[in-house]
């Protein structure tokens, strides 16, 4: 996988390594060496965590907007939410490199990094589903708010570590 490099506000040890740490109960945590599935799996529960709770302000109102369509808000939401889910999942397991970095891996957990999502991921979903809904109501042809979710969704989680890395350079130079 090459060599690992640490940068500042990114977790690289889990795209170059294929042990993650475990819990086995009782406040007992290790390091355990797992499959190419099993990282998968692993990231891809951390990673829908790390998107999901902060963007739940826009989740709810993603889940409470009127539609009644394939193609309505909530569809576009769900599709949008599970796109950055599986590209974030890809990320920090190192299987795709993010736009713009040579570094592999997701975003830190630093404070400044965990406001940054809050705002990053409600205006991205925002962005993704009621632009498209609007989008694909001016055009009128209703399938583009999916296309227009799934495109704004792939990008926006693609660039996400850039952008993270260069939030956190600028507050640690403060």
Known sequence: MGQRRDEPG???????SSTRRT???????THAEKSGFGRFL????YVFGDISIPALPILFVIMAAPGTGVYDATAAGFLAWMTMVAIGTAIRGGWIRPFATDT???VSLAPVLIA???VYYNLVLAVAVFGGVALADAVGYPPLSLVVAFTVAIGSTM???RFAESVYGAFRER
């Open 10 to 16: 990114r977790q690289t040890r889990p795209a170059y």
């Open 23 to 29: 819990w086995y109960g009782y406040g007992k945590l």
């Open 42 to 45: 692993h990231d891809c529960s």
């Open 104 to 106: 592999l891996g997701w």
């Open 116 to 118: 940054l999502r809050f």
């Open 159 to 161: 660039a996400f570590p």
